[in-house]
């Protein structure tokens, strides 16, 4: 059965880091402040290991913890137009997604994604901007629980066409607790539960992320 192409648009432009993990979200996170570290003369040296066994930098910054995971590749068995390649696709945008979140490369990310992604291209603009002001985000984990939608899109309307050789992927990701540092703040943020829509674009003998979308708990 192919899918119409209302499954997924009109697009949010909302960044994946604003409806999903909820990063910019300050207010309603937990905050450590440095109030129990070393001050004055007596931090000059040495350094300060505040909650969570974070190191606190000379310029008041935290530092993020060493990591270094590879980037994620993709199986051989997504190098193929039908669902299974769809599918395995759908899966390797979301551990783009982790990767890009917890080491700041976007790059691998930006590869996988089309242009015409606003949702992609807001998602590494939002990741840029964090690290570039001296963020971080450390000890994210995005698990693929569910596929519940795997079709090809409809391309006999003018909407679909523009989706030619494309799938519409939807698929429940849950995210694990973890922590970030932003605006010269600690936060944690709690374990999330949400379904992601994607049109996953078939180009040639590759796959690349066309659209895609967080959908809102009333959904």
């Known amino acids: 059965m192919k899918m119409p192409l209302p499954f997924i648009l009109p697009q949010t432009v909302l ?28 931090a000059q040296s040495a350094e300060v290991v505040m909650s969570g066994d974070y190191i606190l930098n000379e310029d008041g910054t ?35 997604v982790e990767y890009a979140w917890t080491t700041g490369d976007t790059q691998p990310l930006r590869d996988f994604s089309e242009e015409r992604c606003t949702f992609c291209q807001s998602t590494i603009e939002q990741i840029q901007t964090l690290y570039e002001q001296g963020g971080w985000v450390n000890g994210m984990r995005l698990t693929v629980t569910e596929k519940t939608l795997n079709a090809p899109i409809d391309e006999s309307t003018p909407k679909g066409s523009e989706y030619a050789n494309s799938y519409a992927v939807s698929q429940v990701v849950e995210t694990s607790e973890f922590d970030f540092f932003a605006s010269g703040r600690l936060n944690h943020n709690p374990a999330a539960r949400n379904t992601m829509e994607l049109f996953i674009h078939w180009i040639g003998s590759d796959w690349k992320v066309a659209a895609g979308r967080i959908l809102d708990e009333s959904e």
Do not use: W
């Open 62 to 96: 935290l530092r993020k913890p060493h990591v270094t995971p590879s980037v994620p590749t993709m199986d051989k068995a997504a190098l193929q137009f039908n669902e299974i390649g769809a599918a395995q696709a759908a899966y390797q945008f979301v551990e783009l």
């Open 15 to 42: 960044a994946f880091v604003l409806t999903f993990s909820g990063l910019v979200m300050l207010s309603g996170c937990s905050v450590v402040s440095p109030s129990g570290a070393q001050s004055g003369s007596a």
